[in-house]
């Protein structure tokens, strides 16, 4: 019994010097993470799916981090920035590229040379698309992904009219599109016009440039009047009103670009690289190939459109919110990103790896970045679309001549922007 009594004394002494031992070690504690904002659109399922998956991989990596996500669809850019002005701007956010002279311009952007080094591989980045988000000799944005514009044709319609190939350059197009615009039933009415035209200033800009025209002069102020930029936009106005081979979204009941192209309303179409998953979702019958937009006065053409990550300058967490933009727009994040194809690398790595280069869809895109014209207007951009589209749309229908529309549209952007300046 006495040797019972000692061994459960011996186990409550050794028990309290364990606990004794515990409670003198120091207490280890977790970090509470770091919380930072990414505030964005979302313009599809896939992409938000896309994302999600790519912020908690981001944060597997990063535990000290959490990323809030913020979906700003509706008046994106005014919300921005009315959140800078107030302070209350996400860490990180999207800006378009046809938004950056603004705010690039406005000191509420951070610099992000100072964050990069020779590991992120700067270089890999396609150069024309890295520009546009380059102001007085810093970056302000990474891009995450970028879209050129290609020729969509219809392969079934080129052979029911004897068309062997695509067209090469615009001359050509234009007499392709007279060749597939067709009455079947003989009764007036067109049921598949040869070519789909989109006459915002986004999709004729490129045809300015063409002739050496420009949308905006150094000081932000409208040029798309000139004698050069009239050249360009005739091409527009002789096909839609003496050729008659080109429709309009709303002359034959579409929404866009891309649908009137999966009906069968026109049989080639001047789109980009969300048209191809949104064809092969939405009409997978169509049988469709893309090659680069004609040329047009013997130059090739076409246009870039990108967004970036930038950085709040007023962030109180700019080392996290580097961290989210590096990873985002690393080999490994954009490889990710990019990988179902509804979005186009910035980095020529990730696209090679990824065969876009190759990809029969995707290499007349990817080919167009070389030369492509930025998407950007200025710092008032606005102004400058909306008044340039309103005249323009005009004149396409008859209703002014197109240098009347053009030079009307010219003054009154320039007018309100020197009350701007």
Same mark, same amino acid.
């Given at each position: ?6 061994? *459960? ?20 504690r ?6 930072? =904002? ?17 912020? /908690?991989?981001?944060?597997l ?8 996500? @913020? ?8 919300v921005?920035k ?10 990180? *956010? ?7 002279? *603004?705010l ?9 040379? %100072? ?5 992120f ?14 102001? =007085? ?6 891009? =995450?992904? &970028?879209?050129t ?34 009455d ?7 049921? +598949?016009?040869?070519?789909? @035209? ?22 932000? &102020? ?9 050249? %360009? ?14 429709? +309009? ?29 949104y ?63 509804f ?44 008044? *340039? ?10 209703? /002014? ?13 320039n ?7």
């Open positions: 019994m006495m040797i019972k009594v000692r061994q *459960f004394w011996g186990l409550v002494v050794a028990i309290a010097i364990l606990i004794l031992a515990c409670h003198s070690l120091p207490l280890q977790t970090a509470i993470p770091v919380t930072i =904002k990414l505030s964005g659109w979302i313009a599809s399922p896939t992409e938000q799916k896309l994302l999600r998956q790519l912020l /908690q991989d981001f944060e990596q990063h535990p000290e981090i959490k990323v809030k996500h @913020e979906v700003i669809n509706d008046q994106y850019m005014d921005i009315t959140r800078l002005v107030g302070e209350a701007a996400p860490d990180v *956010f999207y800006l378009d590229a046809i938004d950056a002279p *603004f690039m311009s406005q000191n509420v952007l951070e610099p992000l040379d %100072g964050y990069i080094t020779p590991a591989d700067l270089k890999d980045f396609e150069e024309k698309v890295l520009n546009s988000f380059k102001f =007085k000799n810093h970056i302000y944005g990474l891009p =995450k992904d &970028y879209s514009l290609a020729l969509f044709y219809n392969k079934k319609a080129l052979k029911a009219a004897n068309l062997n190939s695509p067209p090469t350059n615009w001359e050509e197009l234009r007499n392709y599109a007279q060749k597939l615009t067709r079947s039933n003989f009764d007036g009415r067109i049921d +598949q016009y040869g070519f789909g @035209e989109i006459p915002e200033l986004a999709r004729q800009a490129y045809k300015i440039k063409a002739f050496g025209g420009k949308l905006v002069d150094g000081n932000s &102020y409208a040029t798309f009047a000139s004698t050069q930029a009239l050249q %360009g936009l005739q091409l527009t106005v002789d096909q839609y009103r003496i050729d008659r081979s080109s429709a +309009q979204k709303s002359d034959v009941g579409t929404d866009s670009g891309g649908e009137m192209f999966g009906q069968g309303k026109v049989a080639m179409v001047i789109e980009g690289n969300w048209a191809i998953p064809l092969q979702e939405t009409f997978p019958q169509t049988d469709f190939a893309t090659v680069e937009v004609p040329k047009i006065y013997n130059t090739k053409n076409t246009m870039v459109f990108t967004v970036a990550y930038v950085m709040n300058k007023q962030s109180q967490h700019k080392a996290e919110a580097w961290k989210l933009i590096s990873y985002l727009t690393s080999k490994e994040g954009m490889s990710k990103w990019a990988k179902t194809g979005a186009l690398p910035t980095r020529k790595s990730v696209a090679q790896k990824l065969g876009y280069d190759k990809d029969p869809l995707r290499s007349a895109l990817v080919a167009g970045v070389d030369y492509a014209m930025p998407w950007q207007a200025g710092k008032y951009p606005a102004v400058v679309m909306n008044n *340039f589209d309103n005249q323009f749309v005009s004149a396409l229908l008859g209703q /002014q001549s197109l240098q009347q529309a053009m030079q009307r549209a010219q003054a009154e952007a007018k309100l922007i020197k009350v701007m300046e």
